[in-house]
């Protein structure tokens, strides 16, 4: 049986053949929700790391593992799900053997960043690359940690560019909502901006947090009676940190503008600290309360 | 039949009468866990707030509620599980009726302003005070947050005084075995320290991170596709505002140092960001990911 005869067995799904670059945690759960959903046919996974993609293959996340330029001609839809980083390296070697009516799609953090390099990779076959960006997650890596259900109630946000068709947007559209995610559209700009607000500057300001832990003389006593405060707070700190800091280094300007405002509360906070200025703390602890207890997402 | 009557009726269980100042999530907790373990008979509550004292009897967690001097006049063991800021005030009402041989302990999250409150409030009575802080809470507040099974498992750190008698140390300890909570004993200003740093800190980061989101003018938007990473982060900043306040206030100098030393990494994390060192970040996002990963507490 050739390729193509092992590709169109399974024509009869929404996505014939869909390449997965990245069998991690994201990767390897919208490959999961989406053969759980009976939305694709064949899986092919390609990535860096061989033990990952042979473990990828055991848990039947994918069915084999390929070369970017080989899935980029047999897929039909491909998900990048590497740090963004990668991105442009992966557009680039894809773009020559990309099958026709492909799309591409991403899991980015990022998207100003990530349509700069698709442009800059793909040239006049940019209009088939939808930018999108699952706002999921847990502090697991790894294959063993995809979970079909991870994207289930959760947002993704896309941000179309201009020169996608719209037949193209909704077929992206349409896959994250087989994997059970809202959908959400906002421009490329906007969303770095929000995202590195709600996103990027908890993880910034986490392990910066968990850095300080650390480095202290008395770091394991101080472990040995941490609570659930210190446990949520901290559990974004765990994540990839090669997938973050390509997130921090791509939305920079974003994160610096957001770093100078939590800076600047920061100080009213600590002024209010160093005067014993109780009223002034507790309105300040209040303000946050109120908004964090009024945030009714059902999460 | 008489109050010493009601009492007496319940002698055969170790704390025959407790009694609970605050009736929220952590006294109304440890009254909760006591009774089902079959440890305390009868339970006074007492508190400045009419209704929340109304739904603990209502809740079953206090069989009454009663005046601190009462309650210092019939209770076996007192704990003090109101805003640390109020302790020497009560203290001071409840010294004159003590019953001989009551122990009085206390949650609050700081131990070294508690002590000083304690010693300028009971004088020479100062030996019946076992000061205590439970490593356990939730963003809840109120008698209907109070559960039995809070402290399970939990972390507790006594820090005795060099008056206390070894016997009333080991009564609170064993009431709070009894609670299902591992008991530890640090010495106040080491106590404080730690907790400083990972409690105290995480809450003030927290909520200042959490007043800055709200602070923008887009803060609707932001919260609409905040996702899980945001939620585990914040989770804290919802607690009750006056008793941070209280705790910030009183544990301040180590507060202080610690800041001092989180603004020490966060100011090299922010120059690695304005060089885009990606090299850097991920040096410290890796330092971060691997001590929180080691985190070996099954949490």
């Known amino acids: 049986m050739t390729l193509q005869q092992a590709d169109a067995r399974t024509a ?5 053949v869909l390449a997965v670059v990245g069998v991690g945690l994201i990767g390897g759960s919208f490959a999961a929700a989406l053969r759980r959903a009976g939305q694709v046919g064949r899986v ?6 061989g033990p990952s993609l042979e473990r990828a293959r055991e848990l039947g996340l994918i069915d084999e593992a390929v070369g970017a330029a080989e899935a980029a001609a047999r897929a039909d ?12 390296a992966i557009l680039a070697e894809m773009r020559a053997s990309l099958k026709p009516g492909a799309i591409v799609t991403d899991a ?15 040239g006049e076959r940019l209009a088939c690359f939808v930018p999108g960006h699952p706002i999921a997650g847990a502090e697991k890596v790894g294959p063993d940690a995809a979970d079909p259900c991870l ?5 993704v946000v896309l941000t179309p560019l201009p020169e996608n068709a719209a037949a193209d947007v909704a077929r992206v559209r349409a896959a994250w909502e087989a994997c059970g995610a809202r959908v959400l559209e906002m421009d490329t700009v906007e969303h770095d901006q929000v995202l590195a607000s ?22 394991r006593q101080r472990l040995a009676i941490a609570g659930t405060g210190f446990r949520d707070f901290t559990r974004i700190a765990a994540g990839s940190a090669e997938m973050w800091r390509d997130i921090f280094v791509s939305n920079r300007a974003a994160m610096k503008a957001e770093l100078a405002e939590v800076r600047t509360v920061l100080d009213e906070a600590e002024r209010a600290l160093d005067r014993g200025d109780g009223a002034a703390l507790e309105a300040l602890l209040e303000e946050a309360a109120r908004f964090r207890r009024d945030w009714k997402t059902g999460r």
Chains 1, 2 share one sequence.
């Open 198 to 219: 709600v996103s990027h500057m908890p993880h910034f300001l986490a392990a910066v947090y968990v850095a300080q832990v650390a480095r202290s003389a008395d770091s």
């Open 108 to 122: 980015g953090s990022t998207k100003v960043a990530v349509a700069q390099a698709a442009r800059a990779a793909l």
């Open 151 to 155: 994207y289930t109630g959760r947002n």
């Open 12 to 16: 009869a799904e929404p996505i014939p």
């Open 77 to 88: 839809l491909i998900m990048l799900a590497s740090p963004v980083g990668t991105f442009g």
């Open 44 to 49: 092919l996974g390609v990535g860096r790391n």
